[in-house]
């Protein structure tokens, strides 16, 4: 299995901002489709935001329109999650995942590639 990371959770305040960030240490991402995940206890890892391999097609869950964007740096080889308004419910670990196939917003057992995940905690 191909291994991401992911960095740039942490705590926010309602309301706030956080930048998350996906690499690979071991392949280049840049030719992979991307996706974002979040997950919280009890429930199962739903997908966020995805983008294609160059970076011209992105989607999003209903529940973060508008407040997320998506978007790759070829030059860094890093995918990023920009969360802006963060509200409660977008607590939980967030994963990244790479795959050939686009969107990346289903977690199946054949993706390429994942990381173990960022925690954001949104709370006052």
């Known amino acids: 299995q191909l291994r991401l990371v992911e960095s740039g959770g942490g705590l926010a305040q309602p309301g706030g901002s956080l930048r998350l960030s996906c690499t690979a240490s071991?392949?280049?991402?840049?030719?992979?489709?991307v996706g974002w995940f979040r997950q919280v206890p009890g429930k199962e890892r739903e997908g966020v935001s995805s983008?294609?391999?160059?970076?011209?097609?992105?989607t999003y869950a209903d529940s973060v329109k508008g407040r997320f964007t998506v978007s790759r740096d070829t030059a860094k080889d890093t995918v990023y999650l920009q969360m802006d308004n963060l509200k409660p419910e977008d607590s939980g670990t967030y994963y990244c995942?790479?795959?050939?196939?686009?969107?990346?917003?289903?977690?199946?057992?054949?993706?390429?590639?994942w990381g173990q995940g960022t925690l954001v905690t949104v709370s006052p």
């Open positions: 071991e392949f280049t991402l840049d030719v992979y489709n």
């Open positions: 995942a790479a795959d050939e196939e686009f969107p990346v917003m289903r977690w199946i057992p054949h993706l390429d590639a």
């Open positions: 983008i294609s391999s160059g970076g011209f097609s992105t």
